[in-house]
């Protein structure tokens, strides 16, 4: 191992030691944040590298907590994005507040986004010839919001210059103005103004399109973000602002008054099966694509047969497929839209996590699946329009992971008509909060960008619709002033610091920085700890010397970001670590298969598990991954 380790370390050692001497500011994806952030966030000193804030508590602390407190003021329903930010933003108000989430956080939608935190050029453009202002208002609040994300989480948000190859002089001014609009619509909040390229300009940018029709590029700047890791992030910040917030713990019943009002929930540890009554003032239903079925459950009476009538649903889901290929695909530092597909829609193919997330389809689907899968005409119809553009064959084997994320359209179930059930009339773009007879408050639809206005409305709703005890003492709105956790203290010279300290590989550096911003010291205090530690996570449990190629052992997912997951950020399976706190099995589906076993082992160590236990996780690790877009794996 001693052999191995000492290949990876001259591999990097030559650039370790220029960007300590020089003090040259690793070339990471957060560089250009760091105008819009250095007024907010005081860098930290060299030998300081420790977070300001302790870690959370552990699932067991979390639990007792939940036995111990027979009263919430506010209980969540969902993980997702709005949940966690709704449990973010009721919490620091003053509300004593419990989150419940099915499966993992981020485990639905809101782990397969676009990763853009944008106001929505399309929008834009719809607002325009459709003379609408609600579809204005809409793109104007989510350029405000994408600003708050990068504020207020600079470590997994940065600015991404995004250009529109133009292949039409006609369009030129088109494309100019529109992107000219989307900074003037943004006002101060702008991130930085858009741009002329010229066809060899444009080229030279990105030299995989083909010059030979290529006339010009407009390039207009948005953000790109990390959603499962920043939706993982506003759980650890709620709870370490006081709430209580669980991973795998579905909530089987809505309990009711003789009023027929909810005051609580029945809910279970999927792990234990152990049932918890938890009584509250109010309840939110955050649940995105599946908020029909608390709805359903809202229409039973503690779990009688309904008395009223069911309402027509409130979800119009749809379907958005995004893929991953090789970095060869688009610039490095660029992403590139393709503003007039085939069918219309808007597509985008954007740098990410050293690959290329290309994406998105948009079809109406009937049925919401819990696992969600591609299907292969989706797939191609993404390949087919990326080949409209790139000069060279685009191979359906260059496709490293895809994956289908179920967008939750909704409309007001109330003002639906006889008849008109199945109608798509009354859709609303943005997010739709709906109250129910029994108090039960609803907020779905929306975007990633907008989840924080999304739990201000939210709350804003809770509180004036419902009577607390501290009534006086619940403050407004404080999620505009947070910063989320690993975003504090942060600036772009972390990894030099890191390599610096703790003597570590540049890819390991860099990936910690930007992924756990100021929480990575805690993960390298353990990565120290032994060689095990230090071990990539594919290679757990193999004779290395002999298995171990040098490509596979360069991967930056290490045991000691494992234990950190399990032991602070709540990583109950295989899939939670590989698909959710890193995002292996979304970068690379085969390569995950290759880290199933190791992963298995050290979480089957850490978590006390059976072998029998083991076998079943390993067995839906597999099941997952064959529906990540590639071929059926085999162990």
Not at 70 to 94: E, H, S
Not at 285 to 313: C, H, R, V, Y
Not at 444 to 465: C, F, H, I, L, Q
């Amino acid at each position: 191992m001693a052999s191995i380790l000492s290949k990876r370390f001259v591999k990097t050692g030559i650039l370790t030691a220029s960007l300590v001497s020089s003090g040259y500011l690793v070339n990471s994806l957060i560089n250009d944040n760091k105008i819009l952030n250095d007024e907010i966030h005081k860098p930290s000193t060299l030998d300081s590298l420790t977070t300001s804030r302790p870690p959370p508590l552990s699932r067991s602390d979390l639990l007792s907590k939940l036995s111990s407190t027979p009263y919430y003021d506010l209980i969540v329903i969902g993980g997702g994005a709005t949940g966690t930010g709704t449990a973010l933003d009721a919490q620091t108000r003053g509300l004593n507040v419990a989150l419940f989430e099915k499966n993992d956080f981020a485990s639905g939608t809101s782990s397969k986004s676009t990763k853009m935190a944008h106001g929505g050029v399309r929008y834009l453009e719809k607002a325009f010839w459709q003379l609408s202002k609600d579809q204005l208002d809409l793109v104007i609040e989510a350029l405000n919001e994408r600003s708050n994300i990068l504020r207020t989480a600079p470590h997994l948000a940065t600015i991404l210059p995004i250009m529109i190859p133009v292949y039409n002089y006609w369009q030129i001014p088109y494309f100019y103005i529109g992107t000219k609009m989307y900074d003037f619509f943004a006002g101060s909040q702008n991130l930085k103004s858009s741009y002329l390229l010229s066809s060899n300009a444009a080229q030279e940018v990105a030299p995989m399109l083909d010059g030979s029709i290529l006339k010009a590029g407009l390039v207009y700047h948005d953000g790109l973000f990390n959603d499962s890791r920043m939706n993982s992030t506003l759980a650890l910040t709620a709870i370490e602002k006081g709430a209580t917030v669980l991973n795998y713990m579905e909530v089987k019943q809505l309990i009711k008054n003789e009023e027929n009002k909810v005051i609580g929930v029945k809910v279970v540890d999927a792990e234990t099966g152990k049932e918890y009554n938890i009584n509250s003032t109010a309840i939110v239903n955050a649940t995105g694509p599946f908020s029909d079925k608390i709805l359903e459950m809202d229409n039973d009476i503690n779990g009688l047969p309904p008395l009223i009538k069911q309402l027509p649903k409130m979800v119009v889901p749809s379907s958005g497929v995004h893929l991953i290929l090789p970095e060869f695909y688009c610039p490095k530092k660029m992403g590139l839209l393709d503003a007039s597909t085939s069918d219309g829609r808007v597509m985008f193919f954007l740098p990410w996590q050293g690959k290329v997330l290309a994406g998105t389809t948009d079809t109406p689907i009937k049925e919401i699946p819990d696992d969600p899968i591609p299907k292969e005409e989706e797939i191609q119809d993404i390949l087919n329009e990326l080949q409209h553009y790139i000069n060279f064959p685009v191979k359906r084997e260059d496709v490293l992971s895809a994956w289908s994320g179920v967008r939750p359209l909704v409309r007001d179930p109330s003002k639906i008509k006889k008849g008109e059930e199945n109608s798509t009339q009354g859709i609303v773009r943005n997010h739709l909060i709906y109250k129910s007879e029994t108090g039960l408050i609803t907020i779905s639809g929306g975007k990633w960008t907008t989840y924080r206005e999304m739990a201000e409305v939210t709350v804003d709703n809770v509180v004036k619709n419902f009577k607390f005890n501290n009534i006086g003492l619940i403050k407004e709105c404080q999620t505009k002033k947070i910063v989320l956790s690993g975003g504090e203290n942060f600036d772009s010279k972390l990894p030099v610091k890191l390599i610096h300290k703790y003597s570590i590989p540049n890819d390991i550096a860099e990936h910690l920085s930007t992924n756990y911003g100021s929480r990575a010291p805690i993960i390298l205090e353990i990565y120290k700890e032994n060689k095990e530690n230090q071990l990539p996570i594919t290679l757990v449990g193999k004779d290395i010397n002999k298995e171990a190629s040098y490509e596979k052992f360069d991967l930056p997912f290490t045991v000691a970001e494992l234990k950190y997951s399990i032991k602070y950020e709540y990583a109950r399976t295989p899939i939670d670590f590989l698909a959710r706190r890193t995002r292996l099995a979304f970068l690379n589906a085969k390569e995950s298969l290759n880290a199933i076993d190791g992963t298995i082992e050290i979480m089957g160590k850490e978590l006390k598990w059976n072998k029998q236990t083991k076998e079943e996780m390993r067995i839906k690790s597999i099941e997952f991954l064959k529906s990540m877009g590639i071929s059926e794996p085999t162990a």
